[in-house]
């Protein structure tokens, strides 16, 4: 006869203590504002004529490092959202984000590139609500597509990763019709730049090799992103979605066709949250312990964002003698 009893999660003072402060919202805010400063530029801006002329000021184009780190961190934040059904943790989520941001922090010396993570995690937020019952989301995708073309060449990309939501989906209630007229009116929308309809051939020329120069770190960052996200469809190809996999395939190949190809990590992150952290962890025995944990990472993140926060005059002077060369 199998045993079918699962381990009892006792609630011990820290986390009594942390339920009446609401630990999870200062935990997730902390660890928010790490996030912050690891977004913080590290390397000089690249040159302006890396991406076409647009309707953008400056302030977006070439943000100053503080904005710049603002931008990517609401696009994180929308990723999180995106994924959090599938980590169903924090402490998953955080190890999830954390990496992604030390990642994207190589990518963002490009022009626009900032607005691009931003808009890609929103991208994701909404395409993720869309095949998980919350579908009104996309209606604003038009608005981030145009702001996208304004600011950097990835929409092009980013526009493929949202038609591949198209793929069936089994199990989920995927508006097929809807999403195919919202991915029209994104792509419309993306030509309402000083360009037309040209923005689409200027950026497929901006996205290939040449057209901005790259650190080693920066290919190294992209290109490993890409080798993860091709292991995620080998081992976990058939428990994929099809647009999970087909844009983990395509992240795949923008990290090594391209110098932008580091900013699709967030990418990868989908693909981590939906198998490897799909529900973290699944043995009941363990699961208990696991929380638990959690309520002393609140706990955790909150002393090293006060120290950090201690710092931050000393973060930002290196990140803007970065950001000026």
């Not at 929409?155 to 493929?160: A, D, I, S, Y």
């Not at 949202?162 to 989920?172: K, Q, S």
């Not at 920066?218 to 080798?227: H, K």
Request: hydrophobic share 55%; with cysteine.
């Amino acid at each position: 006869m199998t045993d079918t009893r699962t381990a009892v999660h006792h609630v011990d003072a820290v986390e009594r203590l942390g339920r009446r402060l609401k630990m999870e919202y200062v935990g997730m805010a902390s660890g928010f504002f790490v996030i912050f400063l690891l977004l913080l530029p590290a390397h000089p801006a690249a040159a302006r004529s890396a991406w076409a002329a647009s309707w953008l000021s400056d302030a977006w184009l070439f943000p100053s490092p503080v904005w710049g780190a603002i931008l990517a961190t609401a696009g994180l934040f929308a990723l999180f959202i995106g994924i959090k059904k599938k980590t169903e943790d924090h402490l998953s989520a955080s190890f999830l984000l954390m990496a992604t941001a030390l990642t994207l922090r190589l990518g963002q010396g490009a022009p626009g590139a900032a607005v691009s993570v931003l808009c890609l995690g929103a991208l994701l937020y909404a395409m993720e609500g869309a095949v998980e019952s919350r579908r009104n989301r996309i209606f604003a995708l038009p608005l981030v597509f145009w702001l996208w073309a304004q600011a950097h060449p990835a929409f092009l990309p980013g526009l493929v990763m949202l038609f591949a939501y198209l793929l069936p989906a089994p199990g989920r209630e995927v508006n097929r019709p809807r999403i195919a007229v919202v991915g029209a009116l994104c792509a419309l929308a993306a030509c309402i730049h000083p360009l037309k309809a040209g923005v689409y051939p200027a950026a497929a020329q901006a996205m290939a090799w040449g057209a901005v120069s790259v650190s080693h770190g920066q290919y190294l960052a992209a290109v490993s992103a890409g080798v993860i996200a091709l292991l995620l469809v080998a081992v976990f190809g058939r428990t994929l979605l099809a647009a999970h996999r087909a844009n983990l395939v395509l992240t795949a190949i923008l990290s090594v066709v391209t110098p932008y190809g580091v900013l699709f990590a967030p990418i990868v992150t989908v693909g981590l949250a939906a198998t490897l952290f799909r529900k973290s962890i699944r043995f009941d025995d363990l699961r208990p312990t696991f929380k638990r944990v959690e309520w002393y990472y609140f706990w955790l993140i909150l002393l090293v964002a006060v120290v950090c926060l201690t710092q931050l005059p000393h973060w930002t002077y290196l990140a803007a003698r970065a950001h000026h060369g």
